[in-house]
């Protein structure tokens, strides 16, 4: 316990809390030494221990009372008749929710006998349900206690000998190479304790006893929930709401939205109930790499992709280039940009790409359509704009609304619809690593992903090249249904390949298909509602 707080008290010393607080964010300050006195600090708090007694003591005494506050609880509802039972429902992020979440959607719950209860981004969702309620999502940012206890379950005490820690080992090597005292008491006390079930034991006690998180204490005892469905469990903000279900015993369902999710994000410090995935691939993620039982992860599909099963919204290939303002005597080649994060290169990808259209490097005459990522300003692309031959889309309507969380777009049902076209009627889609080469494979779309970086000299941990290692992407570098280009030359040689037979690759298309979506019947939404009701069924006794 003493080794376990000098590192916590060090790791707090180190920890720049305002750039941790991004979503994703792993940062340390590149000159921790004005903090290294700090590390003196637990050896004289432990001299207070008079003090830490009397705090355990309220503690304990606050945990006999919360089960006992527990136990009613649960007694009233297992008392209550099964069409007076609330469901939660946690969405953390606005983009996409329409997909998981609606009022159609809402209406089938309902209709069901449930209360529903929705925590979300203000102004997110309006709904005339009577049943349902709206509140507000706290985006509450974690102190610099909280991140570094997650420091030490994610990094420093990281058991990067489970099945799926490909990603964790790169990430972790982003941290050894940037963060020196740490990397130094990872490398000589965490690996040694990294299987320690006891440390494990330790630190997730830790969570539950220093962070209450009481917030939402108010929208608990108002709205007692019986179940509880978050559609992002990872997100940060879901982390007080999670710990207050799981101090109180209340049933918790989780839906993980993307197929990096499970072996990318820090590990949730509370188990979840059960678990819905995309495919079998996650679910084996979810019971080796995080320790889910096999009955406790169900597969739906994605429900994201389910829209792409209407083929009634495509239009014919004229009329949408000329919604594009295009040519449709010319090829489209569609380039579909990362976040900023994903690539310091891909302004000069899509640069050169240009270039060939412009120089007639390809067989036949193509222009170039550039689909910004929800993240990416459009202003990274200036040197491109207005440009002859370039055509611009944007994912929804410029927005605000949800830039802490680095969106600068914000999608809706409609560009939904003008993604499903896009990817049908682009001739060879290019992207880096992301999820659209998945759902451009739905449409048989030829995909070239970039594997290089241009002519910068990055470091591999700013590479593009780290994205074909992660745990995720493997499947797809190994289907053999995508070109990585390695050079400008392979760009050039994959995009004509394509140009010139569309039909290439198609067999290792499909097997991504099978693999990621698992099902493509367009039926994934029904699938989520249906596992939905099934855990309130289960958990109502």
Not at 142 to 150: F, Q
Not at 298 to 303: A, E, L, N, Q, R
Not at 362 to 387: A, E, G, N, T
Not at 452 to 475: G, M, P
């Amino acid at each position: 316990m003493m080794l376990l707080t000098n590192i916590f008290f060090l790791s707090t010393a180190i920890i720049d809390a305002p750039a941790l607080n991004h979503v994703d964010a792993i940062a340390v300050p590149t000159n921790p030494i004005p903090y290294i006195a700090i590390f003196l600090f637990p050896n004289l708090i432990f001299l207070g221990s008079s003090c830490i007694c009397f705090l355990f003591t309220i503690n304990i005494i606050q945990n006999i009372l919360l089960k006992f506050l527990t136990s009613l609880h649960q007694f009233k509802r297992k008392m209550t008749k099964n069409n007076d039972k609330t469901l939660l429902i946690v969405l953390p992020y606005g983009i996409g929710w329409k997909s998981i979440i609606n009022e159609e959607n809402l209406q089938i719950l309902t209709n069901y006998g449930l209360k529903i209860i929705l925590l979300c981004e203000p102004n997110m969702i309006e709904s005339n349900n009577p049943n349902v309620i709206i509140k507000t999502l706290k985006k509450i940012p974690r102190t610099k206690s909280e991140i570094a206890l997650g420091l030490l379950r994610n990094y420093v005490f990281a058991d990067t000998s489970k099945p799926h820690s490909e990603t964790l080992k790169i990430k972790i090597s982003e941290l050894d190479s940037s963060h020196t005292f740490l990397s130094v008491i990872r490398k000589s006390i965490g690996k040694l304790f990294a299987k320690s079930t006891t440390i494990k034991n330790i630190l997730a006690w830790s969570d539950s006893v220093f962070f209450s998180n009481s917030e939402y204490d108010d929208l608990f005892s108002k709205f007692p929930p019986d179940f509880i469905f978050v559609t992002y469990p990872f997100s940060f903000y879901t982390y007080p709401i999670l710990r207050h279900a799981h101090k109180s015993k209340i049933p918790i369902l989780g839906y993980v939205p993307s197929w990096d999710n499970l072996t990318s994000k820090w590990e949730v410090p509370v188990k979840l109930d059960k678990l819905i995935v995309w495919n079998n691939i996650m679910k084996q993620e979810a019971v080796n790499f995080l320790g889910y039982s096999e009955d406790s992860v169900s597969i739906t599909g994605v429900p994201q992709f389910d829209i792409h099963s209407n083929r009634s919204s495509l239009l014919d290939r004229g009329k949408f280039i000329n919604t594009l303002h295009g040519d449709e005597n010319k090829k489209i080649l569609l380039y579909a940009t990362g976040t900023a994060q994903l690539s310091d290169s891909e302004p000069f990808i899509v640069k050169m790409i240009y270039d060939m259209i412009q120089n007639n490097k390809f067989d036949h005459p193509c222009q170039l359509l550039l689909r910004v990522h929800p993240r990416r300003s459009l202003s990274d692309f200036d040197d491109l704009i207005d440009k002859p031959g370039v055509l611009i889309q944007t994912p929804g309507k410029a927005s605000k609304e949800f830039q802490d969380s680095g969106y600068v777009w914000k999608s809706d049902l409609d560009d939904y619809s003008i993604l499903s076209n896009t990817l049908h009627h682009a001739d060879v889609m290019i992207n880096v690593a992301s999820t659209i080469t998945i759902e451009s494979c739905l449409f048989d779309t030829p995909v070239v992903n970039i594997g290089f970086d241009a002519d910068l000299d990055l470091d591999f941990n700013r590479s593009v090249k780290r994205h074909f290692q992660y745990s995720h992407y493997a499947d797809i570098v190994e289907s053999n249904g995508v070109k990585i280009a390695k050079s400008e030359e392979d760009l050039h040689m994959f995009i004509n390949s394509y140009l010139n037979n569309s039909d290439l690759d198609s067999a290792g298309r499909n097997q991504i298909v099978d693999n990621q979506c698992y099902y493509r019947d367009g039926k994934s939404s029904e699938r989520l509602l249906r596992y939905i009701i099934d855990f309130t069924k289960e958990y109502s006794v």
